[in-house]
């Protein structure tokens, strides 16, 4: 798109105009929901941008629109003090309450004051820092006076500005603070997504977004779609920003997103009025909204009634009550996750609760059921917040007429009937059968994955349809399909059916420890598998092993141990690996790896680019000459292998003076076994 002959300077030139006019349409598009160009136009201006940057990769600042992704997944989060503490605001539910917040302003201020009323949105509170109008710290609150630099995950909310639209020097060097939430669609996409994949469901959108700027992989984060709404300038600007709403529409202007239908009342009643208008119309917003803020507006009324030690004296959150209803409780019954996980539900009696027919609700486990004393036949209170699936708080007990039943936890799995098991320290039953029917398509995914059994072709859409269709009921059904059946299903050509049958026919070639661990033993991952085939060689022996043999290997404690003994028990599970045995699949580990090797026991780190093999692939070699590969470097760590470009932990391990390996020294080190 440009010719060779753009100088540095011109280049310079374009890349500041490109820059300018991206932020402008993401400002449009991101804060202000006004787009004025579309999407492929926008695309078009991004991709020359990025053409330009790589062409002059000096010019690439971290302000630039392009870099909101990228870098290395940090080890852990820095550890950030806030100047100004991020403290919490008093709460209450009541508007008596609200009337005395008003009466303690007055009293203290000696007048009456203007209040701004925002929406108080469920997210997670953070603070970000410009300096010189550029975006260059962002903070998690903590405990509000230590929080984590999370910089790098909040560069990926594009409805952050990463430099400021505007020339004012009073806000160059500006502390905002604001909420990062998932809105209700993007945790609704996640919570499927993550179903799916047989990984546990955030309870409600919050927990979805703390989650997620814990992550240390900011790529992930880019891809969960957080938002994040302004809502405090924690200290005085300058000389121009006497009323904080004011500070807040010229933030507007310049570039954040402000949190909306922020409205500036002059009387507590006014104020009042607003908080029955927003109780009902809250649902219809796109996220979660549990109250109001009230917040004395001028920085100098601020000033002069400041802080308890808990909170602001000029400010209270008013939350709404939670939305309950009672309802008698029929039944209790048991569902099976597709982990295995089995969580009690109470059968209710229909009832309405904030606009919907509600007929279940979770009980979470079996201590819960215990401490709240639930019966059958109870009146019970159930919640819903922000939750998935509402929730039973509490059982009246006045209401009891005596015919009420206790419930006795069954010890068989309601879908396959083998029995259950709990784990010492864990609140779930858990129903450890590899061809439970409740389980099954999350098993064969974790079964067919890359770590497994590494069986391309064999995904979700596939896998879902083979098992509805009742081909596949266990593992052992995979190695029955065949080219003509598998090309007869919808929208799977003969060739795609072919290639299938064949990487399910070479997958019979794995490693023992690989089918090991795609067996899906609770607690059982691809280290323990390692142990596990080291020490004892092959499943028989597994198999043999009491719990003290188990336990006393390295690395696998006693739970552990217990969770290998209660999938051995299952029945169904030995005839499952004596089917897959007669099919050919490995249960035993050649000799020659057994043997030992000078990797045994060692720990091993990689950093930088490989030329002979993939990160993966050297890590599992590691794993299969007994060493332990890891991610991170430590003085426990033996050997750092450094390839190309080696990054951060290539300094560590010299700083740590831990051995290192060029890459020619680790070949040499592993074809010499
Ligand atoms: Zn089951």
Known sequence: MYNNFVNSKQAKQEIARLRKKINYHNYRYYVLDEPVISDLEYDKLYKKLEELEQRFPRLITP????QRVGGEPLK????????????SLDNTYSEDEVREFDSRVKKGLGKAVNYEVTLKVDGVAVALHYRGGKFVLGASRGDGVYGDDITQNLRTIKAIPLRLMTDDKELMNIEVRGEVFLPKKSFEKLNREREKKGEPIFANPRNAAAGTLKLLDSTEVARRGLDIFMHTVPEIPGPH??????????????????????????????????????EEKREALEYEVDGLVIKVDAFRDRKALGFTIKSP??????????RQAITQLQDIQLQVGRTGRITPVAILDPVLLSGTTISRATLHNEDEIKRRDIKIGDYVIIEKGGEVIPKVVNVVKERRSGKERIFHFPKICPVCKEKIYRLPGEADWRCVNSSCPAQIKGAILHFASRQAMDIEGLGYVIVDK???????????????????????????????AQNLIDAI???????????????GIPNIGINASNLLVNAFGSVDKIIKANIEDLSQIQGIGNIVAQSIKNYFNTKKNIRLIENLKKIGLKFSAEKKIRKKTPLAGKTFVFTGELSSMSREEAQALVRTLGGHPSSSVSKKTDYVVVGGNPGSKYERAKKLGVKTLAEKEFLKLVKNI
């Open 313 to 322: 004296r000029w400010a209270i959150a008013y939350k709404y009550p939670a």
């Open 241 to 278: 920003y006497q009323s904080h709403y004011e500070t807040l529409k010229k933030l507007r202007d310049s570039g954040f997103k402000v949190i909306p239908h922020i409205k500036l009342c002059s009387t507590i009643d006014e104020v009042l009025e607003y908080i029955k208008q927003w």
């Open 505 to 519: 026919n070479e997958s019979k070639n794995n490693e023992f420890v690989k089918v090991l661990y795609a067996l």
């Open 76 to 87: 852990e989060f820095k550890t950030i003090e806030h100047k100004i503490k991020m403290l």
């Open 466 to 496: 083979l098992v509805c269709m009742g081909l596949i009921k266990s593992f052992d059904d995979i190695y029955k399909l065949d080219g003509e059946t598998l090309a007869n299903i919808e929208r799977m050509g003969k060739k795609s």
């Open 63 to 66: 302000d630039s629109p392009t």
